[in-house]
């Protein structure tokens, strides 16, 4: 759930956890991941061989599965703009595609896209390499504003996610590595009227014991459970966990 100073009257606590998945048997080095409202979706990336993208229920049963549209590694992060899917290979190259895997074309990203996240108010998207600026484009490639790597001070982004649901928002919330395995997986919140991180930060390590874990992508959704906003993601082990 999202944050104590901005949830949703009538939710559970802040950051009780509503869902545990264990995706190890499903896939080889997942990271990315959405949810469209039905469906969670998880990204293969790096490993040897074909990429695969799966869409699983939400008790995290594999419904179907489909080539990932990418040409180098598989999509890292993913985001939705209530009708396709979105993701890179943490390249300059957005991938737009639908939820089962027909590509619908693609754009450029002025900055490396390994993290992403859909901004309806600019039908723009969020994206950032490991330690890059923050950088909100249209789908021209345009830059429309900006985090500076010196603000935000990160180094291991690996998703994030737009929030217009918390109150004073809207904000972006960075899941981010940190110092490495098995430290702290931190998700970070940044105010996007004032492009600052608001101090208020998550790490999931608190709820979810993997070896060796690292952050991997992130979503928001109000889909999943009724009355109740919900921050997912992957967190990168073993076992892997959405």
């Known amino acids: 759930n999202l944050s104590s100073t901005s949830f949703i009257a009538g939710n559970k606590a802040p950051w ?8 190890d048997a499903i896939g080889t ?10 469906n969670f979706y998880v990204a293969e990336w790096g490993y040897t061989g074909l990429k695969t993208i799966y869409k699983l229920d939400t008790n995290g049963a594999v419904v179907s599965s489909f080539d990932s549209p990418t040409t180098g590694s598989g999509i890292r992060d993913m985001a939705y703009d209530g009708t396709n899917l979105f ?7 957005i991938y737009e595609f ?8 693609t754009f450029s990203s002025p900055v490396a896209a390994r993290t992403i996240a859909y ?16 950088v909100l484009f249209d789908r021209s ?23 217009d649901i918390s109150s004073g928002g809207p904000y972006l919330w960075v899941f981010d590595q940190g110092a490495g395995q098995n430290n702290p997986q931190i998700i970070h919140q940044f105010d996007l009227n004032t492009l600052t991180a608001t101090g208020v930060t998550h790490d999931v390590m608190n709820e979810l ?21 919900t921050i997912g993601g992957v967190l990168q082990g ?3 966990r959405l």
Not at 29 to 38: K, L, N, R, S, V
Not at 98 to 105: K, Q, R, S, V
Not at 119 to 134: E, K, L, V
Not at 209 to 229: E, M, N, P, R
């Open 87 to 93: 993701g890179s290979d943490a390249s300059t190259t």
């Open 29 to 38: 080095g997942i990271a990315g991941c959405e949810f469209d409202g039905t």
């Open 16 to 23: 009780d956890l509503q869902f545990n998945i264990d995706i």
């Open 238 to 240: 073993t076992p892997t």
């Open 141 to 163: 490639g345009n830059t429309l504003s900006s985090i500076p790597s010196a603000t935000h001070g990160l180094d291991g982004m690996y998703g994030c996610a737009y929030d």
């Open 119 to 134: 901004d309806p108010r600019y039908n723009g998207f969020w994206a950032s390499d490991w330690d890059t600026d923050i």
């Open 98 to 105: 639908t939820g089962d895997g027909t590509l619908i074309g």
């Open 209 to 229: 014991v993997s070896t060796d874990a690292i952050a991997g992508g992130l979503f928001i959704t109000t889909d999943y459970a009724s009355g109740k906003a």
